[in-house]
């Protein structure tokens, strides 16, 4: 009887969502909430979405961002997910892998030209797509190369690791800055493995091994790890970078106020520092330590969660979503880079000539994902300890054991992480 | 001893309020802090941090920071559900855990002093520990609502109240409280013929004022101060607290200006409620002692 | 001594249960599931199938080894010693990672002594949480009878009868007021080890004389900041429950002390603090409890480092269970915490019993 009645209820209530409009409802989450511009520009798609079509309508349930991938991680464990989501990308194949997403049914002509790394793939398939990236660069003003006496660096021409270090050491005995270097340590999180692997990766080491995505056996610890490791904590020991202890504040402003010669920072970081009265920054790339500069890539992108019933609506919202004009607005918005070069072309600061268009070669010249792997996101954590514990003087082959020890321990007890 | 001339008692009067004010000082800083940071623009907040600046109202003041807090989050919105949850919360948990401990306390029953060993116990388990089965458990609760029964308590507010409202720690503390009442008050009304409940609600809790005004103010605390829980359990904007709205503030440059505007407009609640309860209960009974 | 007047099974029960069945409900079930899947291999986020793994999780934290080292020999088989005169020994990855000893793989140093010319290693399977739970330990003891004093003696200092000290009653308990998050952040700004206010502050007290300290970054003064800062901040919340346990202490009491001439300290000593015994129970409980849980202050201001000096174990437990999405051992955490602060509870509560 109960079961009738509940059988009865729910059919009803379908009839009214059925009869009451022919649209289907796509539910989105997303990462901006508290980002009033970015809202506003993720509102506008889909505003012009429901109306350029009369299959789907899409509505949007905000996050922040602090706090959005507990969000996801609660609702599928729930089993209460909406049909799009909003994915980081090396968190995507975690979450791929998992079952929490599901592939996404786009046409390859659909992300043609565009940054490899905004379209997200797993096991063959592509699962997310975004409409911007991020890039790193390391920000100094003219000034400071000029009164240092330093050669610019260009992506063809990088730093070499001891040009890196000879500016590192001019700035320190210049006695003008509080600290030569800030990478930023304040920023406890996704930063470190996004901002400091690159570096691992440069001097010929990894997080993980990539062949076989097994082991960091001889990855994270072999010879160049080590060398890496030593090169790291030298910064700290050496006094040229502030610590674990940072204060946030520091990190936010510590550049603009002089306190720091180079800052390792984001190009979303760029507009601020532009409007705090930085009007000579210059955006240099990452230094080659020996295998190549690298700096991280892959940022937010949309696919459709797992459970969603129309993946069909998911893609067609995302190819409408991946006009040039919206990858454009997001970019004149919050900063972010564009997926493409005509878009970037539309931009107001990625355009060539533009106040953040080295931003766009570095993200084209020398982005190299973070390993694609569902390990991913507790090798992530755990390479954050061993970076914190390094610079805080820990000895280096014993950390960088114990985090290979830690990040195989965790591949094995997931089986393999199904690669 | 020392003659007490009316000049010696001046000077200790003195020498307490210094003492006392000295003392205060300590303890008020992080709210002059929160308070006057609120008020200035992002660089000078930093540039102050490092002196005592930061606890002075001085340079460049407005209440910028406010409209521009209003403008990035639904302060009122925030504000009003955490008010209700935790009011909400706080009488129900007042009333439930109050006669739980009454009967801990004043009767004798089977099984009376496991029970109470086992909710003592529950004091020591995190929450943190167990959020994740809790999350599994109300998703898939029955509840009765006005559209008849469902299944799932997740984007509500009673899956933010219900959960909360009895726990070891306030059972405890009035557990604590009655055991220094007078028993004879309620032996002499157990004599006159008054039934359980009367006792509890006629002679006990008119004498509970103290313990009442404790035992809401620290569940006003722990409610208001929600984060983990609703963050699981809620994911529409229009259940979500004030804590879980302090997140919209830290983007990836952070606004500490707006940061401390906001902190600043949640923090009146809490405070005001504080002053309210120490007038209302224990500035009356101060004077008062019911211990024989 | 219970009467008969106070026998009543009905009542009693009726006025436990909801309170009670609340608390079995939300508490206690969800804590079961948390053993429960303490014996699984149950992780956060995965497509694989559980299994029963017994106790391994268990075996995983808690597995501890000693290892003898001898000392490195040259030739002539003379002991090797470094510049300082220190006898150098082989490293300990030698063996924990040698093929030799598959016993040892994964183990860490935690910490070693030396007798004669042998260095004798302890190894733990997990050293960060053998870190964690010793620095949980010290945490409790060191914040609880301190809290708890400068709580008793806050609520003596207003419990006088003076023009405006609601005033000062309503500042002490400001802190508390502030959420602990929120507390925790501005503390990192006054702990701040180039331009903190407590260097500047210390640096104007001693006319510059002052060495600034970095505060939250130093592995020797972290977890004495965290410490310092957590005292501050709860002991106004501990102020009030004894200031509620003072004012059911009749003023008749303190009247009749006062007439037979005692001392401020024998009125403390015989009146107050006998009135207080109830009240101390619970501040003692309530206190070692929230020193166990000791969580927030960690997240903000140190993430467990530097050098682990601030890991303690509820925060290994969140780590583990979400962060690292391994939530069958940050269950595991959450067991052993439940057993060690229930052991030693028990030892508290015999300790105080009533003679």
Known sequence: MKRLTKAGLLASSTLIATGAMAQTELSMWYHGAGNEVESNILGGIIEDFNAAQSDWTVSVESFPQGSYNDSVVAGALSGNLPCILDVDGPVMPNWAWSGYMQPLPISEEAIAGHLDSTVGRWDGEIYSVGLWDAAVALYTRQATLDALGLRTPTLDNPWTGEEFMAALEAAKASGEFEYAFDPGMAWTGEWYPYAFSPFLQSFGGDIVDRSTYQTAEGALNGEAAMEFGEWWQSLFTEGYAPGTSQDPADRDNGFIEGKYAFSWNGNWAAVATLEGGVDDVVFLPAPDFGNGPTIGAGSWQFGASGTCEHPDGVAEFVEFALQDKYLAAFSDGIGLIPATEEAAAMTENYAPGGALEPFFGLSEGQALVRPVSPGYVVAAKVFEKAMADIANGADVADTLDAAVDEIDADIEANSGYGH | MAVITPDNRGLRLVVRYAVLTLIAIIFIFPLLFMGMSSLKPDQQLLADTSSLRAFLPVGDLSLENYREAFERAPVGLFVFNSVLVTGTTVLLSLAICSLAAFSFTYLEWRGRGLILSIILATLIIPFETIAIPLLLLVSKLPWIGFEGLEWGWLNSYRVQIIPWIADGLTIFLFVQYFKDLPRELIEAARVEGASWFQIYYKVVMPLAGPVLATAAILKFLVMYNQYLWPLIVVQQESYRPVMVGLQYFFQLNIAWGEVMAYLTLITVPVLAFYLVLQRAFIASIASTGVKG | ?355
Do not use: C
């Open chain 3, 1 to 355: 001594m219970a009467s008969k007047l106070t026998r009543s099974t009905g009542a009693g029960w009726a006025f436990a249960l909801p309170g009670f069945g609340l608390i079995a409900l939300f508490i206690i079930v969800p804590f079961f599931f948390a053993f429960g899947l303490s014996l699984t291999n149950q992780r956060l986020i995965s497509p694989n199938p559980t299994e029963y793994v017994g106790f391994e999780n268990y075996r995983d934290l808690l597995s501890l080894s000693v290892i003898t080292l001898e000392p490195e020999r040259d030739d002539s088989g003379a002991v090797i010693r470094d510049e300082d005169g220190e006898i150098e020994y082989p490293r300990v990855r030698t063996i924990t990672r040698s093929d030799d000893f598959p016993q040892y793989r994964g183990m860490r140093e935690w910490f070693r002594w030396q007798s004669a010319e042998t260095a004798r290693v302890v190894i733990a399977s997990d050293v960060v949480f053998m870190k964690a739970l010793v620095n949980t330990l010290m945490f409790v003891l060191v914040v609880a009878p301190v809290q708890g004093g400068l709580a008793l003696i806050l609520a003596l200092l207003i419990n006088q009868k003076l023009r405006g000290i609601n005033i000062y009653r309503a500042i002490y308990f400001m802190p508390v007021v502030v959420s602990i998050v929120v507390v925790s952040l501005l503390w990192r700004f006054i702990y701040d080890g180039n331009d903190g206010l407590l260097n500047n502050l210390l640096s104007a007290i001693t006319f510059g004389g002052w060495q600034p300290v970095d505060w939250l970054g130093n592995p020797d003064t972290a977890l004495g900041s965290i410490m310092a800062m957590s005292i501050w901040q709860a002991v106004g919340f501990h102020m009030v429950i004894w200031l509620s346990g003072l004012q059911t202490i009749s003023p008749t009491l303190y009247e009749a002390a006062e007439i037979e001439g005692a001392s401020k300290w024998q009125t403390f000593r015989y009146v107050t603090w006998p009135g207080l015994r109830n009240t101390a129970v619970l501040v003692l409980i309530v206190i070692t409890m929230q020193a166990f849980a000791l969580f927030a202050q960690i997240d903000v201001m140190t993430n467990g480092g530097p050098l682990d000096s601030t890991q303690t174990v509820v925060f290994q437990a969140v780590e583990r269970g979400y962060g690292k999405q391994d939530i069958s051992g940050g269950s595991t955490i959450s067991v052993i915490l439940f057993l060690l602060v229930l052991t030693i509870s028990l030892i508290q509560r015999w300790l105080t019993r009533e003679k």
